[in-house]
Each structure stands twice: as C-alpha cells, then as structure tokens.
C-alpha cells in the first residue's frame, strides 16, 4: 500500500500583523514551512493600492527565494471600511460591488503568484435582509467572481465562518449547487471552525468534502466559541484531521490561522509548526 504524502504546512500573515510582509516571509521561511496563507490587507499587499502588479511581482520573486507555496486570503479586517469590521460583503445590502472588486483583485494577485486558491466567505447577513435575499446576493457575488476566477485560471474556495451566512460546510455546498456545482469553485476548511460549529467531527468533514478541498486553515477551538486557539489549548483532534487530510489525498496547505497571536507570532509560529509536525508523526 502506498503511503500518502507528508502534509505541507503554511501561516497566515494576518498572524504576522505586527510584522512588514517581507519580514513576515522571511521568519515564515526561517522557522521551516512550506508556505504562507497571504491575507491582503492595508500592510500586506494591499490591493488598492498603486503598482498593484509590480508589487506582487516584487512578492513573487521573493516567495520563489524563500520556496514558499502561497493561498490567498481575504479576510481584511477593516481595508474597506475603517469603521464597519469586514464590510462590505458579497451579502451586505450596499457596496457588494466593492467586495466583488477586491476578490477580483485577489484573483488577479492569485494568478500572479501562481496561488493554490483564492478563499473567501459570506459575511454576516443584516438584520434587515431575509435569507432569500442572502442566496440572492451571495449567489450573484459569488457567480461575478468566478467568472473572473475562471478567467484566470484560478480556483476559488468559500469558507464557512461562525455567525455568518454561510456558516456550516453544508452551506458551501449548497452555494455550489446553485450555481451548478462549477469545478472552479471548491471548499476551505478551517479545522478550528468544526469544532466550534460543526455537527461532526473534524475528520467527518474532511473526508465528506474530499477532492472538493481546496484550502485549508488550521487552529484549536472548542464547541459553540469561536476563538482562534493554539494547539493543545482546544478540542481539536489533530492527528486524526491530519490523518483524514492524508486520506482524502489534500495535497494543498495547512496554513495556521492565529490572527489574535501576532504580538508574538515568531514564538506562536514555532510552537504551531512543532505540534502539527509531531501529530503528523504519530499517524
């Protein structure tokens, strides 16, 4: 029997928010991982911003040095809205035509960077908005991304994210099916997120995305509270997810999301790469 491929691993920069972006690439490189989860934001490659394509090419040429795989995220916090966390959203009731602008933005850095995926999620539906009208705009958002995704040649995955309106795998999926399962269009999960708000187990959920999978994001939680974790500090069963991402033949990155970290991401970096590389160990 073959044995499946040791898993590669990667960190997010929004864990590295008190650090430059090159700086972050190289302590991220230094400490042994494979790749980086590349958030784009006012400091880290902002995509508003002037020489948007000389700049990537300037992170490419680095990331090449370095060896280092990327993912692009899009999870800035306040970018858009220096008031309002998050927002705009492919759900908000205005300015979804600014969110759809930066993921086309982040697709075009993506092809760029020669990224595994570009991930995305939802937002939180307003008060104001009924869940038809949610399906309506994520839906359309969702559909104007893609077609610039496919474009490009870049694959594109939704993330659900506690308290938004994609919150659970299952609403990824049925996302996909309204829109006609399209290739291009895959899941991230983060393993912190189904213990957290999930009905099975993290394993569970690997293998019922399988080759659907295209990025994942790594962190501890416990059930019902959505705090981004170090390891051994939640529920998470890490050698078993590790084992079912073996399983199912996931051949992207593991990126360590620990966004609340950054005041001591080197250390934090270190410890996370240690604890994934021993429970990989065991399998």
Known sequence: MTTPAPLRYGYGTNGFANHRLEDALEVIADLGYDGVALTLDHHHLDPFAPRLAARTQEVARRLDRLGLSVVIETGARYLMDPRHKHEPTLVSTQGRDRRVEYLD??????????????SFWSGILPEDTTPQEGWERITKGTAQVLATAEEHGVLCAVEPEPGMFLDTLAGVTALRRRLGDPPGLRHTIDIGHTVCNEPADTATCVRSVGPLLANVQADDMRPGVH???EFGEGDIDLPATLAALREVGYRGLVAV???????????????????????????
Request: proline share 5%.
């Open 105 to 118: 933005l982040a697709v075009r850095v993506a092809a760029d960077l020669g990224a595994q995926a570009v």
């Open 227 to 229: 705090d981004h974790l």
């Open 257 to 283: 999301e620990l966004p609340r970290h950054a005041h001591a991401a080197p250390t934090v970096a270190a410890r996370a790469l240690a604890a994934l590389r021993a429970a990989e160990a065991t399998l």
